[in-house]
């Protein structure tokens, strides 16, 4: 069975930092670029970040820009995203996706659904005092 598992979302304060994981279980990440989407309630779902199949190339959106990291370990089929200096108005289920093109192909195009592949299930991110 092909999943995609995100973990390590939780309560967080305002300044405050966590690290989520996405890890493929069934597939190996090794040949996908993957996404960072998030969807908080009430509100669109917002791609914010992209990493490239190889880790060397990478995107953010402007929101996150300077705030949060991306970085992969293909030996482990897991990508990783670093959030620091987190508001609350970064609250929201964050989800990670294969994409079916490139970085630059998905942030060009503004971080389509119909450009992702797998998602997986969500990990719940709250930043409140």
């Known amino acids: 069975q092909l999943q995609l598992v995100e973990s390590g979302g939780g309560l967080v304060q305002p300044g405050g930092s966590l690290r989520l994981s996405c890890t493929a279980s069934?597939?190996?990440?090794?040949?996908?670029?993957i996404a960072w989407f998030r969807q908080a309630p009430g509100k669109e779902r917002e791609g914010v970040s992209c990493?490239?199949?190889?880790?060397?190339?990478?995107a953010y959106a402007d929101s996150v820009k300077g705030r949060f990291s991306i970085s992969r370990d293909n030996a482990k089929s897991t990508v990783y995203r670093q959030m620091n200096s987190l508001k609350p108005e970064d609250t929201a289920v964050y989800h990670c996706?294969?994409?079916?093109?490139?970085?630059?192909?998905?942030?060009?195009?503004?971080?389509?659904?119909?450009?992702?592949?797998?998602w997986g299930q969500g990990t719940q991110v709250t930043v409140s005092s």
């Open positions: 996706a294969t994409l079916r093109f490139s970085c630059s192909v998905v942030v060009t195009h503004g971080y389509r659904v119909s450009s992702t592949a797998s």
């Open positions: 069934g597939f190996t990440l090794d040949y996908y670029a």
């Open positions: 990493i490239s199949s190889s880790g060397s190339s990478t």
